[in-house]
């Protein structure tokens, strides 16, 4: 029996799976702020201080959180359980994936967020994924945060994409991410990536997949201003961000399964056949 192919399906999180930014559904309410309020005091905070914004997130999360047990692992894993997801989200995992083994495909699924870790491995759907590389803290022995241990923000998202192809998972690792690997013995090739996305923050991702012969594609919500991905040649796609049976999106995503499916399998004849002829050379 021939090799399962196996198909790298790469997702941003927020808005892209969930309707709205994770924060917003219970942790930014429970230390009475509104979600606007919120953000510009992050985005305050960077401006004036040069700082990275993502980091500027999880140093407000912090403060706001002193005193409580709001920004503990533990309640955010807990807060994260109150995420609400696009239309389909909840039962998109289970049909792609029948999908995908009904056609001699392996599909495995990641997070590449700047969100936060606990509340994806917390929420509804943080089960599906094979790694999630978000944000995280270092917890000291009551649980509190003291220091990042992980921050994702748009430019370092890229690293991640290396890292699923390579097969180099842990964000510790960087020896073996940086070294020479031979194409035919990483992990998963760029050609069999997808990466699932709704905005800048996505570009370089969705940008680094294409040129290496993967695919990208875009979703949006009514109302939404991101259709520049299309117009600026980000994506292959551009989708509305419904994930239910028979969408487009999944019609899209199915197409390109069949599609990676049967370029992996007319390479496996080629090598074959390369290898036949050499063995008739050296008779």
């Not at 305050?44 to 140093?59: Q, R, S, W, Y």
């Not at 998972?169 to 990466?195: G, H, Q, W």
Request: aromatic share 10%; with cysteine; net charge neutral.
């Amino acid at each position: 029996m021939q090799d399962m192919t196996t198909i790298a399906l790469m997702y941003d999180f927020d808005n892209t799976l969930s309707t709205r930014d994770m924060q917003e559904y219970d942790f930014i309410p429970k230390i009475n702020m509104k979600a606007e309020d919120f953000w510009a005091e992050a985005n305050g905070f960077a401006k004036a201080n040069h700082a990275d914004g993502i980091l500027a997130v999880m140093l407000l999360m912090k403060q706001k959180a002193k005193g409580t047990q709001l920004c503990t692992r533990e309640k955010l894993v807990e807060s994260g359980k109150k995420i609400k997801f696009n239309k389909g989200v909840l039962t998109w995992f289970d049909r792609i994936n029948a999908f995908a083994v009904s056609n001699g495909v392996k599909l495995e699924h990641y997070i590449i967020s700047s969100g936060l870790k606990p509340m994806i491995e917390g929420s509804d759907i943080g089960k599906y994924f094979k790694e999630i590389y978000a944000c995280d803290f270092v917890y000291d022995k009551d649980g509190q945060p003291v220091w990042p241990a992980v921050s994702v923000n748009y430019s370092s998202k890229v690293q991640f994409l290396y890292r699923i192809n390579k097969g180099v998972f842990d964000v510790s690792e960087n020896e073996k991410l940086n070294t020479f690997m031979a194409e035919e013995e990483r992990y998963i090739p760029f050609c069999n990536m997808v990466y699932i996305g709704d905005g800048y923050t996505d570009v370089p991702c969705m940008k680094l997949t294409r040129q290496n012969g993967g695919h990208s594609i875009g979703v949006y919500k009514e109302g939404a201003k991101n259709h520049y991905l299309m117009k600026e040649d980000r994506v292959d796609f551009l989708v509305k961000a419904d994930y239910s049976q028979n969408s487009e999106l999944e019609l899209i995503v199915q197409t390109i399964i069949l599609k990676v499916r049967a370029e992996s399998q007319l390479e496996r004849i080629t090598h074959n056949q390369t290898n036949i002829l050499k063995q008739m050379k050296n008779k």
